[in-house]
């Protein structure tokens, strides 16, 4: 494809009705379409024992939309709102652990995601969201007399409400996590310029191990970005959608790898095999990528047709048919420049003529490779599992 096709594409995208845009208060009708059919697509994967919520800040011109809540979970504060509108869509959510940092913590969010879903929840909390349990206060945990590493806790119908001095007061609660075992970490002592072993609690150690997938999710997507500079903001967006579906997709290409004892490829040579992926469409039509079914039309005297990709041909997910037509062709697969076969059986999928004789069996031979010519002189296609396949496209998020 050249540029000026690209720029002409590029110029012509777009993902809603412009027609309706007007009738819409919706701010995101632009790209609505498309952040529902990825999120409906990311939902169907199951989800893990833990997950991690964190908060992206920033000015925007957008307005916020109301969301279907109970009246208990109205009582809640408006960022523990976000969380239970966010639980509502893990799959087992009575078997999880929720992770979050103090913007979204609070006792009162605890203790109904215990009470009304048995969801366990771990998360740095501000002071005046604990509810007031007893322990030290602020000024004097941060004295210099009050070594590193020193903690008070305290727990009450199974949550626990914490305390730890690291550089600061670290306040957390917990119904999952408890203090114990306690273990030790390396912090960097600014007096001796030396790092010291300080006393690290249970809870500390298990919580800084299950944050880390929202910043490392934020790193993959940004690794690799996808050049979409646009005077239109949603082309940026759809620059963002696309590496967070590769990224996606690469997460769970490695989670897949490391059960089958293998060594995963690097997203780098990933998004890169998707990339020679994509580009081995370049030589077919449009309709069969989408795989939309239409009439053989059948060539001019003379004309000649091209051969179909390797990943057409040899892709069982479609199923490779003889049909006849009223014009004798070429045989594809047996015919030389002095030795020429014609057929009136074509393949419905790859759209070339091949022989289907009691001699020649030119179908199945194409479809499976010369291993197979000997085979049989079955008229059926070969069967898929009769063909070792080395490896699979990645499938998308």
């Known amino acids: 494809m050249s540029s000026k096709r690209f720029k002409q594409i590029r110029a012509l995208l777009h993902f809603n009705n412009n027609e309706n845009a007007k009738s819409s208060t919706d701010r995101f009708y632009?790209?609505?379409?498309?952040?529902?059919?990825?999120t409906k697509q990311f939902l169907q994967v199951k989800t893990t024992p833990t997950q991690s919520i964190d908060e992206v800040m920033g000015a925007t011109t957008f307005s916020s939309h109301p969301v279907d809540l109970c009246e208990d979970e109205e009582q809640q504060l408006m960022s523990s709102k976000l969380v239970l509108v966010l639980a509502k869509t893990i799959q087992d959510l009575k078997n999880t652990t929720i992770?979050?940092?103090?913007?979204?913590?609070?006792?009162?969010?605890?203790?109904?995601?215990?009470?009304?879903?048995q969801c366990r929840y771990v998360g740095t909390a501000r002071p005046n969201r604990t509810g007031n349990p007893p322990l030290m206060s602020k000024k004097e945990m941060e004295k210099k007399s009050t070594p590193r590493g020193t903690l008070d806790y305290v727990s009450c119908n199974g949550v626990l409400a914490m305390c730890w001095k690291d550089n600061k007061q670290v306040t957390v609660l917990s119904s999952d996590a408890g203090v114990e075992p306690l273990s030790t970490a390396k912090r960097w002592n600014k007096d001796t310029r030396k790092e010291v072993e300080v006393?690290?609690?249970?809870?500390?150690?298990?919580?800084?191990?299950?944050?880390?997938?929202?910043?490392?999710?934020?790193?993959?997507?940004?690794?690799?970005?996808?050049?979409?500079?646009?005077?239109r903001w949603y082309i940026r967006?759809?620059?963002?959608?696309?590496?967070?579906?590769?990224?996606?997709?690469?997460?769970?290409?490695?989670?897949d790898a490391i059960a089958l004892l293998e060594k995963p490829m690097p997203l780098k040579n990933f998004r890169l095999e998707i990339s020679t992926f994509a580009l081995s469409y370049k030589n077919r039509p449009a309709r069969m990528i989408r795989n939309t079914p239409e009439p053989f039309v059948l060539p001019k005297r003379g004309?000649?047709?091209?051969?179909p990709s390797d990943n057409l041909r040899y892709d069982f997910s479609k199923f490779h048919c003889p049909e006849i037509v009223k014009q004798r062709m070429t045989c594809?697969?047996?015919?030389?420049?002095?030795?020429?076969?014609?057929?009136?059986?074509?393949?419905?999928?790859?759209k070339v003529a091949l022989c289907l004789t009691d001699s020649r069996n030119c179908f199945q031979t194409f479809h499976t490779g010369p291993s197979s010519s000997s085979a049989s002189t079955s008229a059926l296609p070969a069967s898929p599992t009769s063909v070792t396949l080395s490896g699979t496209p990645a499938s998308s998020p």
Not at 211 to 226: Q, V, W
Not at 303 to 307: K, M, V
Not at 332 to 350: A, E, G, P, Q, Y
Request: hydrophobic share 35%; net charge positive.
């Open 332 to 350: 594809k697969f047996c015919s030389t420049k002095d030795d020429l076969h014609r057929s009136r059986w074509i393949c419905n999928v790859c």
């Open 199 to 231: 006393q690290c609690p249970a809870v500390i150690k298990e919580y800084n191990r299950k944050m880390r997938g929202i910043d490392k999710s934020n790193m993959l997507t940004h690794l690799y970005k996808t050049p979409m500079k646009s005077r």
């Open 99 to 117: 992770y979050a940092d103090n913007y979204f913590t609070s006792i009162q969010l605890i203790e109904f995601l215990r009470d009304k879903y």
């Open 30 to 38: 632009k790209v609505r379409p498309l952040f529902s059919g990825i």
């Open 303 to 307: 004309q000649r047709t091209s051969l």
């Open 237 to 255: 967006l759809y620059g963002y959608v696309v590496d967070l579906c590769i990224s996606n997709a690469w997460v769970l290409y490695k989670r």
